[in-house]
């Protein structure tokens, strides 16, 4: 899809920019702060920084989290319901703070809260598969060069980097498994990867055994070091990163592993979250957002339902209500509203059809998704989709015009920055398209 | 319209069926109940509608709908007056409809009865009293006269799906998400026992799915049903279709019958035949479906009916020579736009299976 003209592009603060000197600039930046502030969270920095780079520093620490409903949440019982439609579902809608605008009985935490959101309801992607519109979605589906794009946490952990925290800058939170995700990077390296924490959890082995002296650690990793040298010598730069970020990552992370222990957390908190898997990664996201984390993941699987898709939302939706209300919230109390970009989406939404497993399945054609936080203009929903849900009817968007709204949000200037790799100057968000002016502040 | 057999027979039943008739719809009904006389089928659906065919000509006709739900209509009884058609729906209203006359009467109605999806409606074997379970887990008893609440019982923990009077009116026995099925004292409105049917409950990825659909004393009061089935994942919603036998004075599963795999899925709907059989519809994914007879005192089906796609509902006709099955269209599930020639979006429907039920002498003559 092409960039629709009833958006504007976004003014340029600059003719054109490149991401490398974005890095000159942060780097000059945290190569001030970096020693005082490594190992400390992001709290800790206001008292260690002069007043007139930490004001530098505070524009550039802006952070995102990405919360995935992976397999694709539906729009209907969600953020644009029909009820009393043919396809409308047994649902009713509710009023919320925003006046005239109602979404899902299923979100009442939610519904009260909308006045902090941007609902955009007229998505208009191009993908029905979960195998390829997953990563299309994460990486903003940009125009094809024969490359393989990073997704978008790896994507900003390359333009924007680690924040002064020094923790890792892509952090994914999941049910399952954890890991180092390298393929995320794209063509950006493996270092650019995510670090995954299956179930909430550090790495396994992250903490050292108590039978392992700490200089004896040290020693141990200098050693390491000289091997990683000799084994990079005549091999790719990138290869080499990917193996030394690695370990550098588990050294930083071994400073904190409170960061980590649930039982640290006050019950209050656990309990205003949900103890479900959403509460409690989102919780931890929450956390890692407040130490330091420049891009958080929180991904919650399952809502691929193709059977019983009603009673599906019933018991999930309000799980997801739940939680993302009292992430708003602690967003707000804490002032972390200008800094942080929250999004919710998926890979697409629903089909208005029911089908005879009484489910719904992947539609890709008008779906709905939301944001808040730095940069973008709350309080509004954005497009629309047809009295039956079959058609987004003003407004479409597709993910490449979302790529560039959030980078723009982050204070990126999205139609003129560049990744360069191997030489080649690639545009990081989808060059057809433009940033949707409306939902920016 | 002549259809095959019925196929896989397991043993000799006593009574056959035979696909005669097929009723085409525009829209989708989840639930079917012949009217007392047998003369008008009724049926509710996604679209806030209580259809109506008239049976009384050659050719079924569809009938002016009951309006004035909301939402789904997934559950609706006749009083034993035979004139009072009873209905709920996901917005949470209970109706009473005068049906006796070609135009329908609203009798009453409460527009608020639960707060939400209303999953259930039972009504006493005296027609006196309904009682209704909901998303707001709540278990309330109704006068069937003029819509007064006579008790609310206690809340569930969990979202019950289905609720049975007894017999002797002094108890009711809903079933929850988790496969809970509780009896309760009309009198007292307490929880006077518990049954845990674990397996009809699943979890998984922050999602509860449950495996409880029906909930039916017997005529003595003496057994009751609960069918449904096994879930066995979220998304997909399988699940191995079952049935549960349980005594009444002791309270516990006396027989408990699984039958396939898990594409068969669950069991939707049952009914009894006067001479002691089970039919049973099952939905399962992708697209299965199947009509069952079922022998209480058989492990195996007596036969299966598999020539239908998402069987939602059954109904007997009152001589018990007929039933019908709402079942779905095929190749109802489809990533993206389905359209038709013109580019009109195209929704689901649910064809009416009517089936003759034959005695093995007849069968064999027809």
């Not at chain 1, 929250?342 to 998704?369: C, K, L, Q, Y």
């Not at chain 2, 399988?238 to 594409?263: K, M, N």
């Amino acid at each position: 899809m092409s960039c629709e003209s009833s958006f504007e592009a976004v003014p340029m603060k600059s003719p054109a920019c490149n991401i490398s000197q974005h890095n000159v600039s942060r780097r000059r930046i945290l190569g001030t702060t970096a020693g005082a502030a490594s190992g400390l969270g992001l709290g800790a920095l206001g008292g260690l920084v002069q007043p007139a780079i930490g004001e530098e520093l505070k524009k550039q620490e802006k952070q995102v989290l990405l919360l995935w409903l992976d397999g694709g949440m539906s729009q209907l019982e969600s953020w644009d319901p029909k009820p009393n439609t043919q396809f409308g579902g047994p649902y009713r809608s509710i009023p919320t703070s925003l006046p005239g605008v109602h979404i899902s009985e299923l979100m009442p935490r939610t519904a009260a809260m909308m006045h902090h959101l941007a609902v955009v309801r007229s998505m208009e992607t191009v993908d029905n598969s979960h195998s390829s519109g997953v990563p299309r979605m994460l990486r903003g589906d940009p125009t094809n060069r024969g490359v393989v794009y990073p997704f978008w946490g790896s994507a900003v952990a390359k333009l924007m980097g680690a924040t002064a925290s020094g923790l890792p800058p892509y952090v994914w939170v999941k049910p399952g498994n954890g890991g180092f995700i390298s393929k995320y990077a794209g063509f950006l390296g493996a270092k650019y990867g995510a670090l995954a924490l299956g179930d909430g959890k550090p790495p396994t082995n992250l903490v050292r055994p108590d039978d392992l002296a700490e200089r004896d650690a040290k020693e141990r990793r200098k050693l390491q070091q000289l091997f990683n040298q000799r084994y990079a010598v005549g091999r790719r730069k990138q290869w080499n990163e990917a193996n030394s970020y690695v370990y550098d990552v588990a050294d930083t992370l071994m400073k904190h592993t409170r960061l980590f222990d649930e039982s640290l957390l006050p019950g209050k908190d656990r309990e205003r979250y949900g103890r479900h898997d959403f509460g409690r990664h989102t919780l931890l996201a929450r956390n890692l957002l407040e130490s330091g984390v420049r891009f958080v993941q929180v991904t919650s699987y399952g809502w691929d339902t193709h059977g019983d898709n009603f009673n599906a939302h019933s018991s999930r939706v309000p799980k997801v209500d739940q939680t993302f209300a009292a992430l708003l919230q602690d967003l707000i109390d804490r002032s972390m509203m200008d800094n942080v970009l929250v999004v919710m989406m998926a890979e697409f939404g629903r089909t208005p059809r029911i089908n005879g497993s009484v489910g719904r399945d992947h539609w890709p054609n008008a779906w709905s998704m939301a944001m808040t936080g730095s940069g973008i203009r709350t309080g509004q929903v954005l497009g629309e989709t047809s009295p039956d849900g079959t058609e987004v009817t003003s407004h479409p968007l597709d993910i490449g015009h979302m790529f560039h709204t959030w980078y723009t949000a982050l204070g990126l200037e999205s139609q003129h920055a560049e990744f360069v790799n191997d030489g080649q100057p690639l545009p990081i968000a989808n060059d057809e398209m433009a940033p949707v002016k409306e939902l920016l502040s | 319209m002549m259809a095959p057999r019925a196929e896989e027979k397991a043993a000799a039943p006593a009574i056959e069926v035979r696909e005669v008739r097929k009723i085409e719809t525009d829209r989708q009904v989840c639930l079917i109940r012949y009217s007392p006389d047998g003369n008008v089928l009724f049926g509710g659906g996604y679209d806030s509608q209580i259809r109506r065919w008239d049976l009384t000509a050659d050719e079924p006709v569809l009938m002016e709908p009951l309006t004035g739900h909301h939402g789904w209509v997934q559950s609706m009884a006749f009083l034993p007056d035979g004139e009072t058609l009873v209905s709920v729906d996901s917005w949470g209203q209970l109706c009473a409809w005068s049906v006796h006359d070609s135009v329908p009467d609203l009798k009453w109605h409460v527009e608020r009865a639960h707060d939400g999806w209303i999953h259930d409606l039972a009504v006493s074997r005296d027609g006196s009293v309904l009682a209704t379970v909901g998303r707001d887990r709540y278990v309330r008893l109704w006068s069937a006269g003029d819509g007064a609440l006579i008790r609310q019982l206690h809340r569930h923990e969990h979202e019950p799906f289905c609720v049975a009077i007894h017999p002797d009116n002094q108890s009711v026995v809903s079933a929850d998400l988790f496969g809970t099925l509780r009896h309760w004292s009309v009198d007292s409105a307490e929880t006077v026992r518990e049954l845990s049917l674990e397996k009809m409950h699943y979890y998984e990825r922050i999602q509860d799915v449950r495996g409880v659909f029906v909930l039916q004393f017997d005529d003595t009061g003496e057994a009751l049903i609960c069918a449904g089935g096994q879930p066995t994942n979220t998304g997909n919603h399988q699940g191995i279709p079952t049935i549960h036998q349980i005594d009444w004075e002791s309270f516990t599963a006396s027989r408990s019958h699984s039958f396939g795999v898990t594409t068969d899925g669950f069991v939707f709907d049952l009914i009894r035949h006067p001479a002691g059989y089970f039919f049973a519809v099952t939905s399962g994914n992708p697209g299965a479906g199947q009509l069952l007879l079922i022998d209480p005192t058989h492990d195996e089906p007596l036969f299966k009916y598999t020539k239908m796609s998402n069987c939602h509902s059954v109904t007997l006709h009152p001589d018990g020579k007929t039933l019908v099955v709402s079942a779905t269209n095929r190749n109802s599930q489809g990533n993206g736009a389905v359209r038709d020639k013109e580019g009109k979006y195209l929704g689901n429907s649910s064809p009416l299976h009517v089936f003759e039920i034959l005695q093995p002498a007849e069968s064999r003559s027809g």
